[in-house]
């Protein structure tokens, strides 16, 4: 028996020139290298599924080349999310459920759904969004997480509107975007944008034990007390929850060795 949940940390995606060479060794054939990913992280978020539809097939392929216990994060399509009516969006959302994400199996993790920065809070559209969002699709359980980057959303009633449906709010460390960390779900889901190439491990090592510790405290089910809140007033239920920690965008080259750097403080 364990008191926390389980702590995967890892990427978004895994097609990168500038890991070749740096995390790929040299000569790696490019259709090895979600494998060779697959073997050296636990999580990836998969981006491209926000810009265009992929095939059942695709999914499929990518499951049989990870091992067990490997997770993917799928991206929502942004014709769900960019749109001006939210409560307009059920068409999209189904479509985008039954496009074949199912076909990842156990390695199907969150799907995350990402705002625009200029899309603000409005209660009643959001929470008709939330409703909006499946428990189930074709027999297999489904997450969600909802990304928002608009500074209206830092309310404590978006924050009730997402735990009322079990949906996690993205923590994102992020040099403009709000930082919101309120447990919303039955998991938490970070990504951190701070990164620089300059750094072997894209954070330096106190920043990494900063955040191994928060990954270790969201595990156990508490919340980390030096993070900024939503609704400070409303503590989330103290449960062990499964925890994803993604290193994106800045810092992108050495994102993998954050990634692997962060892994080993939590083991």
Known sequence: MTDSG???????????????????????????????????????????????????????????????????????HRFVTNRRVLAEAGESIEFFC?????????????????FAPTKKFNAEDFGAFLDLLPEKEAGHALRHAVEVRNPSFVDPEFIALARK??????????????EIADVTADFVYARLQKGDDAVETAYPTEALDKWADRAKEWAKGNAP??????APDEKA???????????????????????????QRIK
Do not use: C
């Open 6 to 76: 389980t702590v995967r940390t890892g990427i978004g995606g895994w097609i990168f020139e500038p890991w070749r060479g740096t995390f790929y060794p040299k000569g790696l054939s490019k259709t090895k290298e979600l494998e060779y990913a697959g073997q050296h992280l636990q999580t990836i978020e998969i981006n491209s599924t926000y810009y265009s539809t992929q095939k059942p097939a695709t999914f499929a392929k990518w499951a049989s080349q990870v091992p067990d216990g490997f997770i993917f994060s799928v991206k929502g």
């Open 98 to 114: 039954r496009s074949g994400v199912v076909e990842l199996g156990d390695r199907l993790g969150p799907l995350v759904w990402q």
């Open 165 to 178: 449906k079990n949906v996690a709010v993205v923590y994102a460390e992020h040099f403009e975007y709000p």
């Open 225 to 230: 007390e030096d993070l900024p809140l939503a």
């Open 237 to 263: 239920q103290k449960r062990q929850r499964d925890v994803f920690v993604y290193f994106i965008h800045e810092g992108k080259v050495r994102a993998p060795q954050a990634a692997q750097a962060l892994a």
